[in-house]
């Protein structure tokens, strides 16, 4: 089956899923799109191993487009790009308390992009674990889950604090090292070897850039480690690649 009709399938599987139509668009770029946004609006149910074997050819070609990137190094690192490119044992993802991802279809945040690099079957697990939990995931705990289409084995998952204000609060900011010392936590729990970070609750979650930084190097620097080699500081924009720079 050619690539464009691979997309096709799953296409109308995940509109007949969601019972919605939309005119199929020519171009691959196009299809890709649509499929993203049905991915983000798909609620989760079980589906067939043939609409999940579609899926993961379609996101696996785009992961070997776009490039996995490996870093060899060991200790603190600075990496800038695309998160979902990074070949480790665990990326982490800035999640809302539903721990489902983003359902906003082709949202930009870093949620949207790690649920539609790995596949549906990322929304499915998460939903298993917040079904058993029973509530909202807190402020500054984590989760963890397999990474599927991503280079990446894992995910961790976990809710930073949300700064209405603009200025956090000594409660926040504490809340914010919490994220950290619960994916550390959480990786050492699964022997992992290496971990890459975003930048939890900046952007759209509003914790300022500088300070969020600050936080994010004091917490792991004064973690203790064992099995974890290899800490990696993704960042995205420029002025978060200069904050951490000089940080580190």
Known sequence: MDRLANINKVVEHLMADEGVQ????PS??????????????????????ELIEAQDREL????EEKG?????DEGLLLWQGDITRLKV??????????????????????????????????????????KAQGHDEPTGKAKITKGYNLPAKYVIHTVGPIIEGGIPTPEQEEQLASCYRSCLAIAEEHQLRSIAFCCISTGVFHFPN????EIATETVRNYPLHSLKTII???FLEKDYAIY???L
């Open 22 to 25: 939309y005119r199929m668009p």
């Open 28 to 49: 691959l770029a196009e299809r890709q799109r649509l499929l993203r946004a049905l991915m983000n609006m798909w609620q989760p149910h079980p589906v067939s191993q």
């Open 60 to 63: 696996q070609r785009q992961r």
């Open 68 to 72: 996995v990137v490996v870093l060899e």
């Open 89 to 130: 044992d665990a990326i982490v993802n800035a999640a809302n308390t539903q721990m489902l991802g983003c359902w906003v279809p082709l949202h930009a945040c870093i949620d949207n992009c790690i649920h539609s690099a790995a596949g549906i079957q990322l929304r499915a697990e998460c939903d298993q674990l917040m």
């Open 210 to 213: 500088q300070r969020a930084a």
């Open 233 to 235: 500081f993704n960042v």
């Open 245 to 247: 720079q000089k940080l």
